[in-house]
């Protein structure tokens, strides 16, 4: 099992930049695919992005963040990490980390359905203004 605690967020105007992170603690964090998922007032949990296991992890994002957003990960820190830049107002949301294990474990690809993130971390809330 692993542990997942998000931070980071913070409120930025359009256009800046903010890097949230995900601390994990527990087993073997690298063999795990990670999710960013946000989840803005009103609307439902999306899927921004996501990384497969290891140093070699494929990455994946939704059209809306594509070469705004990256994904990466040091899993000698335990740390997979979201870098934001020329945000917009519509990124406005918590923001949530999730770890894949069963069968995704070692897995280079990553999954983008919620369902198949077993550990979930609480979130951090980024506020972009206009």
């Known amino acids: 099992d692993v542990q997942l605690q998000a931070s980071g967020g913070g409120e930025v105007q359009a256009g800046g930049s903010l890097r949230v992170s995900c601390a994990a603690s527990g087993d073997r964090f690298a063999d795990y695919a990670v999710g960013w998922f946000r989840q803005a007032p009103g609307k439902q949990r999306e899927g921004v992005s996501c990384i497969g296991a290891a140093s070699n992890g494929d990455t994946s994002y939704i059209d809306s963040v594509k070469g705004r957003f990256t994904t990466s990960r040091d899993d000698a820190e335990n740390t997979v990490y979201l870098q934001m830049n020329n945000l917009k107002p519509e990124d406005t949301a918590i923001y949530y980390c999730?770890?894949?294990?069963?069968?995704?474990?070692?897995?280079?690809?990553?999954?983008?359905?919620?369902?198949?993130?077993?550990?979930w971390g609480q979130g951090t809330l980024v506020t972009v203004s206009s």
């Open positions: 999730a770890a894949a294990g069963g069968s995704w474990l070692k897995d280079p690809l990553c999954p983008t359905a919620t369902s198949d993130y077993d550990y």
